[in-house]
């Protein structure tokens, strides 16, 4: 058992690999203003949209309708012994029959965005066209290096 626990205490210096979690702070229907779009090819919209600072969570539900317009998403904070900044991977997985808008089929969309450790930080997820109007479990997860550090399911009705 001491030897587990000091393979648990001496891998991740060996490695490199930071020790962090997640807590959610919130989640649900949401509401953050655009400032503005980048092209992100392959995504079901074509677009990555940068919001405001702040998410406004109107309801915490993990349940939303399908609609052209309603957003959703998770507030959270990267925990860690240390404050630094890096790149995490965002990633979104879609039900059965997710398209981008040229019909291609989509399973999920990953994409890297910088992220500060021990800081207010969020993710949303807004529906800009008819193609993304899919029904069924859309899931959030949020990596690291390769490592799943927290997921969080929506139903879309």
């Given at each position: 058992?001491?030897k587990l626990?000091l393979?648990l205490?001496?891998?991740?210096?060996l490695t490199g690999?930071?020790i962090m979690?997640?807590?959610?702070?919130n989640?649900g229907?949401?509401?953050?203003a655009?400032l503005?779009?980048e092209?992100?090819p392959n995504?079901p919209s074509?677009n990555?949209?940068?919001?405001?600072?702040k998410?406004?969570?109107?309801?915490?539900?993990?349940?939303i309708?399908?609609?052209i317009?309603?957003?959703?998403?998770?507030?959270?904070?990267?925990?860690n012994?240390e404050?630094f900044s890096?790149?995490f991977?965002?990633t979104?997985?879609f039900?059965?029959g997710?398209?981008?808008i040229n019909?291609?089929?989509?399973?999920k969309?990953?994409?890297d965005?910088v992220?500060?450790?021990?800081?207010?930080?969020?993710s949303?997820y807004?529906?800009?066209?008819?193609?993304?109007l899919v029904?069924?479990k859309?899931?959030f997860?949020?990596?690291?290096?390769?490592?799943?550090l927290?997921?969080k399911s929506?139903?879309?009705i």
């Amino acid at each position: 058992m001491k030897k587990l626990f000091l393979l648990l205490i001496i891998l991740p210096a060996l490695t490199g690999c930071k020790i962090m979690n997640i807590k959610e702070l919130n989640y649900g229907q949401s509401n953050a203003a655009i400032l503005y779009k980048e092209k992100l090819p392959n995504s079901p919209s074509n677009n990555h949209n940068t919001t405001d600072f702040k998410l406004n969570i109107i309801k915490r539900t993990d349940t939303i309708a399908a609609k052209i317009g309603n957003q959703f998403g998770v507030e959270y904070k990267i925990i860690n012994d240390e404050n630094f900044s890096d790149m995490f991977q965002i990633t979104w997985i879609f039900p059965k029959g997710m398209c981008d808008i040229n019909g291609k089929p989509l399973k999920k969309i990953t994409y890297d965005t910088v992220k500060l450790t021990n800081e207010y930080s969020y993710s949303n997820y807004t529906l800009e066209t008819d193609n993304e109007l899919v029904k069924g479990k859309w899931t959030f997860v949020l990596s690291y290096k390769g490592r799943k550090l927290y997921e969080k399911s929506f139903i879309l009705i």
